[in-house]
């Protein structure tokens, strides 16, 4: 029987360190510096012809909500990113939607040097989405407000980051 030889494992096949990682994230989050955040787009509608069951018959209201990095893009040379941020929420009454609100904020962060875009890409993830988070919150209390549909406000968010 002969023995094959172990593979032999590439040093960028190892698994990272999360020591190491853990210190290039921290790194990153000293030099980032917030250049602006701005509304890019926007979708809200009510549908008035979904009827919304009378105070006392029950809620079968299901509000819904969410939020995703859609686009990121870093420029090395700029040592800046741009990360697009969709939020949604929709509130549906049996199976009809009743309201929907999508809002897309476009993040730009610059000041890195020397960090991985792995990990600015990290830190997108975990600062610029919560970061829109509270711009998107006002912004459906505006259009709630506007449109009269007495909703609760959305809820406070914990954002645990992912390092």
Same mark, same amino acid.
């Given at each position: 029987?002969? $023995?094959?030889?172990? $593979?032999?494992?590439?040093? %960028?096949?190892?698994? +990272? ?10 790194? =990153? ?10 509304? %890019?787009?926007?979708?809200?509608? @009510? !549908?008035?012809?979904?009827?919304? +069951?009378?105070? #006392? &018959?029950?809620?079968?209201? *299901?509000?819904?909500?969410? #939020? ?6 870093? !420029?090395?040379?700029?040592? =800046?990113?741009?990360? %697009?941020?969709?939020?949604?929420? &929709? ?21 890195? %040097?020397? *960090?991985?875009?792995?990990? *600015? ?6 600062? =610029?989405?919560? =970061? /829109?988070? /509270? ?25 645990? +980051?992912? @390092?």
């Amino acid at each position: 029987m002969s $023995k094959k030889p172990a $593979k032999e494992m590439a040093v %960028s096949d190892a698994p +990272p360190d999360p020591e190491e990682r853990r210190r290039k994230y921290n790194r =990153a989050v000293r030099q980032a510096n917030l250049v602006t955040i701005l509304l %890019s787009k926007i979708d809200f509608k @009510v !549908n008035r012809d979904v009827k919304r +069951p009378a105070k #006392g &018959e029950g809620n079968s209201s *299901v509000p819904s909500y969410g #939020g995703k990095l859609v686009k990121f893009q870093y !420029n090395d040379e700029a040592k =800046a990113f741009i990360a %697009s941020v969709a939020w949604t929420v &929709e509130i549906k009454v049996g199976r009809q939607t009743y309201a929907k609100c999508l809002a897309h904020y476009d993040v730009i962060y610059n000041g890195f %040097s020397d *960090v991985d875009e792995e990990i *600015v890409e990290l830190f997108a993830e975990n600062v =610029a989405r919560p =970061a /829109t988070y /509270t711009y998107f919150r006002a912004l459906f209390a505006s259009l709630d407000w506007s449109s009269e549909l007495r909703l609760p406000p959305l809820p406070v968010i914990k954002f645990h +980051p992912k @390092v």
